[in-house]
């Protein structure tokens, strides 16, 4: 962490998306991208550097291979097969597990010790995967989790009631696909429950929560029928991670971490979760006092992924 230097394992969509939000923030100071491709890696690099003159800062971007990921604060995993039209996060886990099992190889050879970022769908299964087979603490081993679904959450609540999204405190938790749900008994417009506002305002009333929750929920495939992918959503939440990372912000995001028995369901999963994130990864889970229909909901959920967990002999 002495320097902020992120290698991005995967330059597709979603890797360059989240490439290219970062240099127009000027999150870092050093990006390596790596892909099986290295032209396609070396073209994206001669692509991001032809904008520097734009960007708010200085930065050395170069495509590399696993080697770079020796010094790196960070290492972004985006690499698998994309999302088919129709198909769940769960269907892609055959495809995409042995695909991380090979990078993460790859990437600890190097000599890694910093800290392990996955993105590769389903998200909660390959950030397991991930932390297994790199021997890292599991604080250092995170998915970006349910990030994404809280920032279309609070969206669809802001786009509702007029108030700026950032204003908006509410959380998705669980898997990243279909099991997640929203803490309601959690959420706030500023310091005021979303209950009591709902029962002070005309904009939105309490039939609306279960259509804003499905919206939330079925985002990706919607999407995904329109475009074929997403990408540029995850992009700017993962700069929000790394930023979070290499700044010691202490800040709290529903990220993908072993749940390891703080909250009461399957301990031995990674699933999103909210975790005070800083320079050390996952610093601690914050444990919310949940209700009953939501701790159901987050058992269900939990048990889903050890069973799919249970699938692949994990």
């Known amino acids: 962490m002495e320097r902020s230097k992120v290698v991005i394992v ?5 890797g360059m998306s989240y490439a290219y939000a970062l240099v127009n923030q000027g999150a870092v100071e050093e990006l390596v991208l790596i892909d099986i491709d290295h032209k396609k890696a070396e073209g994206e690099a001669m692509d991001l550097n032809h904008g520097l003159a734009f960007a708010p800062r200085k930065m050395n971007i170069r495509a590399g291979g696993y080697e770079e990921c020796s010094d790196a604060g960070l290492v972004v995993i985006t690499a698998g097969v994309n999302q088919k039209e129709g198909e769940t996060r769960i269907h892609l886990l055959e495809r995409n597990a042995h695909i991380i099992k090979s990078v993460v190889k790859n990437i600890m050879a190097s000599g890694f010790k910093g800290i392990l970022l996955v993105a590769s769908n389903p998200v909660d299964i390959l950030a397991y995967v991930a932390w297994k087979e790199s021997g890292l603490p599991k604080s250092r081993v995170i998915g970006s989790g349910t990030s994404l679904d809280t920032a279309r959450l609070r969206y669809e609540i802001s786009n509702k009631v007029q108030i700026d999204p950032r204003n908006v405190h509410a959380y998705i938790l669980g898997e990243h696909g279909d099991s997640e749900f929203v803490v309601w008994s959690n959420a706030n417009i500023a310091a005021k429950p979303i ?64 749940n390891d028995g703080v909250f009461p369901c399957e301990p031995d999963v990674y699933i999103g979760l909210p975790a005070v994130l800083n320079r050390d990864g996952i610093h601690h889970i914050v444990k919310f006092i949940l209700s009953e229909e939501e701790n159901e909901k987050l058992r269900k959920s939990a048990s889903i992924l050890r069973e799919n967990l249970n699938a692949i002999g994990y």
């Open 10 to 14: 995967g330059t597709g969509f979603v």
């Open 195 to 258: 209950m009591d506002v709902i029962a002070t305002m005309d904009e939105i009333e309490f039939e609306d929560l279960e259509r804003i929750y499905q919206r939330v929920r079925d985002a990706a495939y919607e999407i995904i029928s329109r475009k074929r992918a997403t990408y540029y959503g995850i992009g700017m939440a993962l700069v929000r991670i790394t930023t979070a990372i290499f700044e010691n912000e202490n800040r709290i995001m529903p990220v993908s971490v072993l």
